[in-house]
């Protein structure tokens, strides 16, 4: 596990991740819940300048609206292939992903999880993530593990 002060990029998944997992479908379509908590410590985040990116399986108007909330430019949605995401954006930010941090709930965010220099999932996280991972946030998924997860990145950079 890489130091998380040496830690440049947060990756997140977002069903499971920054949402409870859940799925509301309405006369609009698909309508996901957030956390504020964790979206208010992804702005205190952003705000010393790491970048954050949402790399996604599913592509939803909702998950773009929460992503301009939140001024997160960096977005990978609507693909299967998180590994190869997150190497690129790691290669378009001119790091390597062992100074990435890769947060996942589910068997397809494995082999991103797998080359990230911090492995993160929720508690609420499929058994064979949770074993893979190097660290379990105490929350749930969209209840405050991403929260956990940037006061980690905070902290190491305090102590740094």
């Known amino acids: 596990m890489t130091d998380p002060a040496k830690i440049e990029l947060l990756a997140l998944d977002v069903d499971g991740v920054l949402t409870d997992g859940g799925l509301y479908y309405g006369p609009e379509g698909v309508v996901q819940r957030f956390s504020s908590a964790d979206g208010a410590a992804l702005i205190r985040l952003r705000a010393t300048g790491l970048p954050v990116v949402l790399i996604s399986f599913r592509d939803y108007p909702a998950t773009r609206r929460r992503a301009a909330d939140l001024g997160i430019k960096l977005l990978y949605l609507g693909t299967e292939h998180k590994k190869e995401a997150l190497l690129e954006v790691c290669s378009h ?12 709930d589910g068997l397809m965010d494995l082999p991103a999880l797998l080359i990230a220099g911090i492995s993160a999932c929720p508690s609420d996280a499929h058994p064979e993530v949770r074993a ?12 405050g593990a991403v929260k956990e997860i940037v006061e980690l990145l905070l902290r190491s950079r305090e102590d740094g």
């Open 132 to 143: 893979a991972c190097d660290v379990i946030t105490a929350n749930p998924g969209g209840h």
């Open 93 to 104: 930010l001119g790091i390597t992903s062992d100074r990435s941090l890769f947060m996942g």
